[in-house]
């Protein structure tokens, strides 16, 4: 089985989209991921929703059984009713609500969102239990759909909302760790800062400032491209490189025995790929343990996963050497 994967597509034009999309065919994948940061934040939410259907519309098209995910950017109202239309229209499956596809020889199981949101809200983490939820000033208050989320709005009570996917929910998904491979936007911690697919890099407030008509805390983290900029504008923050990835799955994945992970979100380390102890990987050479950064199409990167009784390998491919 061969999946093709794309992630974090952000601002890239739609136009790249169904250049991966027939670069992937090409290479006869037999499904498609999605795997977070799908589209991008307009200035509407009907402009983000048609921007977004004018990405699934393309992938749809191919005609291929494809898995999608929210990351980081997508928020409640611009991703949910989207996909609800196209996954009745294409063969698509919203991961939301179907986290786990079981082949003959390897369970894919999904993980969706992210432990850090820029603007969406899809959040993965390990506080309380998986669901929809508004906040109020009373706490937290858990919804079913949409409709009724979009009442609580006309209400008055909205002062955010949510879709949450407790981590441990894995503890049921994954039956069989040496068969699984876990989809999730987001990677486990490592601590090697020249091969990890983990590493980031970002700045941070040194001290509390004010930022235009914005309140900046100290420890307050800035994506690379923006922190660079507010350093040159004098502000208090300082450029820094780690491995940046989730811990508390760290250890959830070392618990579960999983050893095969496809994942996004740091652009800096896409199309890394290596095994449980940071040693890199041969493309298309099946393996027992793969953690990959498979995809940044914003920066005109995409993969492709192959899965062969229970092993895996990958193979990276660039928008721009295909051309």
Known sequence: ??????????????????????????????KLILNGDVGDRKESIPASQNHLGSILTIVGESGLETFVQPGSHETLLAFGPVIDHFSDTYPMIDTTKDPKSEQPDHDLVFLLGSDFLCGGEYEMGN???SGRYIKTEKGLLQFETLDQYMHAIQQGYRQGAMQYANMQDLRDLVTDPDKTVVVCHVPRKFDNLETAVDVAEFGEATEDFKLGEQEIQKSSIFPGPV?????????PVTLKRENRGNEELRDLYTELGITKAVTGHFHESFHRAHDLNCN??????????????????DLGAIGILTVEDNKVAYENLKLHEHL
Request: with cysteine.
């Open 1 to 30: 089985m061969k999946y093709g994967i794309i992630s974090d597509i952000h601002r890239i034009p739609v136009s790249s989209v169904e250049i991966a999309k027939d670069m992937l065919m090409e290479q006869g994948v037999d």
């Open 227 to 235: 922190a660079e900029q507010v350093i040159q504008a004098g502000y």
């Open 280 to 297: 890199p990987l041969p493309q298309r050479q099946l393996t027992d343990e793969l953690f990959w950064n498979a995809s940044c199409l």
């Open 127 to 129: 506080e309380i239990p």
